[in-house]
Structures are given as structure tokens and as C-alpha cells.
């Protein structure tokens, strides 16, 4: 629906973007964001004009509550998605007290679980973290982080002029889940710059919400200037792909 025509490329830009980066290979917290947040906007347009959404808006927001534990800058992602159930017309009193119920949830389990176990220790100094959290750390970040977030910039910037250029030619649905995505593009990237100690999660999450832009722009294009910069883009991501892996193989020896 995307796309406008049955293809795989959503995906597939996706995992590349994923997997040229060696940072984002270990398993870690960003991992389950991320799927959580797919959970999050797969949900979200399925509720496109359904006025019946209480129980889909649950699921929405206990994802959201599950990605907050792990990343905690997210819980600003609330009004964010409760914006876009309204612009959806799907938003409802009902689906509201449900969004609140479904972000308490993980939260509620899990001091229920601190509680039980005698550690609630670790739930006092889980709110002093989220209540201390310091930005603009830049100290952590280095050339294997900053490569793929230009690869990627570079990438997406002409598939949003692409996608803005050419939008009429999509249904109207189509166009207002672009243009959530668009701003949930903006709001990461502030994200990012903002909490760069946590650049794997946000530069997953952009990675992500950047997929379905890619892939609208290099799908339906076919002139020979977009060919030439396709196999460009490939190229360079090959050629940081093998810089990242002989950088990490000479430290390891």
C-alpha cells in the first residue's frame, strides 16, 4: 500500500541499513524498540477512520510504554501518537483511556515485579535515571557512527523531495501515513542529536521510520539519474561496509 506496488523494497532497506552497521549487530535494547515501534505504526494505520479502537489503541500504546522502559526519551512519543489516532479519525474517549492504560502497563508490571522480588531499590534508581537524564553527550560517538547517519541523510533527503513532488499521485490515506512518518522523522532526528548516547537506538529507529521513504522514492523512479545514484548509494554502503569490518577486525587483533 506504501509502495503502490507489490515489492519487498521496504524491507530490504531496512535490514541493509541494519546490517552495514557492525554497532548494531550486538543484541541490545534497540533491537526490541524497534520492533516495538513497527508494532506501533503497523497498528496505528490499521485504525485509519475506525472509530471502534480501543483495543488496538491498548496494543499501540503498551508497545510504547514497552520501548519507553528501554529508551526512555520516547515516553515523549505519547501525545505524538495521540495526535495521529486524531488525524486518523479514529480517536475516541474510550481509545484515549485505553492509550493511558496501555503505557501504564509495562511500567505497572514491571515496579510490581521489583516490588515482589525485594529490589525496590532498582525501581527509585530507575526514576532518578529517568528524572536525571542528561543530553548533548557527543564524547561516545565516532567514525563508525557518524558514516552511516551521512549515508542515510544523503539518502533520505531526496526521497522526501521525491515523496513531496509527487504525493498527489497517491490515495489520501497513503499521503497522511507519509506524512506521520515525516514527522516522526523530524521528531528522531531532534531525538538523536539531542540523546547522542543513545545513537544505535535513535539511528535504528530513524533507520526504520527512513525504510518506506527510500522505498517510495527508488521504486517508482526509473529515470537514468536515479539509476546512476541508486548504484552510487550501493556502492558507498559497500565500501563503509568494508571499512567497518577491517576497522573492527584490526582492533580485534
Excluded at 531496512?14 to 526490541?32: D, E, K, N, R, V
Excluded at 539518502?155 to 512518518?181: A, C, G
Excluded at 531525538?191 to 529507529?205: D, R, V
Excluded at 522505498?215 to 545514484?229: D, E, G, P, R, Y
Amino acid at each position: 500500500m506504501l509502495v503502490r506496488v507489490r515489492t519487498y523494497m521496504i524491507g530490504t532497506t531496512f535490514m541493509i541499513l541494519w546490517s552495514s552497521c557492525s554497532f548494531l549487530q550486538p543484541f541490545q535494547a534497540g533491537h526490541i524498540v524497534v520492533l516495538c515501534l513497527i508494532i506501533c505504526y503497523h497498528t496505528l494505520f490499521y485504525l485509519y477512520q475506525q472509530q471502534h479502537s480501543a483495543g488496538f489503541t491498548f496494543l499501540i500504546f503498551t508497545c510504547l510504554g514497552i520501548a519507553s522502559i528501554m529508551v526512555q526519551p520516547l515516553c515523549f512519543l505519547i501525545p505524538v501518537f495521540f495526535l495521529a489516532l486524531s488525524y486518523f479519525r479514529s480517536l475516541t474517549f474510550k481509545s484515549f483511556l485505553a492509550g493511558i492504560l496501555g503505557f501504564i502497563l509495562p511500567f505497572w508490571i514491571l515496579f510490581t515485579v521489583y516490588f515482589l522480588t525485594d529490589k525496590l531499590d532498582l525501581a527509585i534508581q530507575y526514576i532518578t535515571d529517568y528524572s536525571q537524564f542528561i543530553p548533548f553527550q557527543y564524547n561516545g560517538l565516532n567514525p563508525h557512527h557518524l558514516i552511516p547517519l551521512v549515508l542515510l541523510s544523503i539518502i533520505v533527503i531526496p526521497s522526501i523531495i521525491h515523496f513531496l513532488q509527487n504525493s498527489y499521485q497517491d490515495k489520501i490515506r497513503v499521503r497522511m501515513f507519509y506524512y506521520f512518518i515525516l514527522w516522526m522523522q523530524l521528531l528522531l532526528t531532534i531525538g538523536l542529536f539531542i540523546f547522542p548516547n543513545l545513537f544505535s537506538e535513535f539511528y535504528l529507529l530513524l533507520a526504520m521510520n527512513s525504510s518506506p521513504l527510500i522505498a517510495h522514492f527508488f521504486t517508482l523512479t526509473h529515470h537514468k539519474a536515479t539509476n546512476i545514484f541508486f548504484k552510487v548509494i550501493l556502492l558507498l554502503i559497500i565500501i563503509f561496509i568494508v571499512y567497518d569490518r577491517w576497522m573492527l577486525f584490526t582492533n580485534f587483533f
